[in-house]
């Protein structure tokens, strides 16, 4: 498997409280993801990062911002947790976007979030 | 935005019954992926299609990539019970590169 490291694995906290989730990666991979998943929605991206302070946000950023001051970390925050952010949180890698080259995403095992 | 039906959302199948998944788009696909995620783990990827009327396989495993490029399947024949697991498709919009994963299939074998 690529090197992915999401930390923490588990976590609760409470609502309104701030969360940062960390991902780390050793493979030097451009692109980066972040995604949540949910019971009948799949995965969701948050936001994605094309480089060094590059990113972009994805179809359910609302709520979230992120950070990647360097390569091989990308961090995802929720500034005041709220209970709809209860979810499985995945982070993602890839050399280069998909439509540009037959790159596939390799994800990290996952980050268990619970707020309550 | 672009909507992603993937059918059907849960499947149950005896051990040895083959098992298809359809992933539809509403727009034309630049390309599309698969992956697999098994209970508990996270997706990984199985395979890339680029173009249309595009047929990849892989073992038991046969992936479609439709004419007009909105539309795909994976065919397991024969499963087994390694073959549990959800699997999602991963659309890339070719008008504005959105990636969009379908809400996944869910596989169960009966053994």
């Known amino acids: 498997d690529a090197g992915i490291t999401q930390s923490p694995r588990h976590k609760v906290t409470e609502t309104g409280t701030p969360v940062t989730l960390r991902c780390h990666q050793t493979e030097n991979h451009r692109y980066m993801y972040w995604y949540r998943q949910d019971p009948g929605h799949g995965l969701r991206l948050i936001h994605y990062?094309?480089?060094?302070?590059?990113?972009d946000k994805g179809e359910v950023s609302d709520g979230y911002s992120v950070s990647r001051s360097k390569t091989e970390d990308f961090l995802l925050t929720l500034e005041s947790a709220t209970s709809s952010q209860t979810s499985v949180y995945f982070c993602?890698?890839?050399?280069?976007?998909?439509?540009?080259?037959?790159?596939?995403?390799?994800f990290g095992d996952g980050t268990r979030l619970s707020i309550l | 935005g672009q909507q992603v039906m993937q059918i059907p959302q849960y499947q149950h199948v005896q051990e040895g019954e083959d098992f298809t998944t359809y992933c539809n788009s509403s727009t034309t696909l630049s390309n599309i992926q698969w992956y697999k995620q098994r209970p508990g783990g996270h997706p990984v990827f199985l395979i890339q299609l680029v173009k249309s009327g595009e047929v990849k396989k892989q073992k038991r495993l046969t992936f479609q990539f439709g004419e007009a490029k909105k539309n795909s399947s994976l065919h397991i024949t024969a499963t087994q019970t390694t073959d549990v697991g959800t699997y999602f498709c991963l659309l890339s919009n070719s008008g504005n590169e959105k990636l969009t994963f379908g809400t996944g299939t869910r596989l169960t074998i009966i053994p």
């Open positions: 990062s094309y480089g060094v302070k590059d990113t």
């Open positions: 993602a890698i890839s050399e280069s976007r998909v439509i540009y080259g037959n790159q596939p995403q390799h």
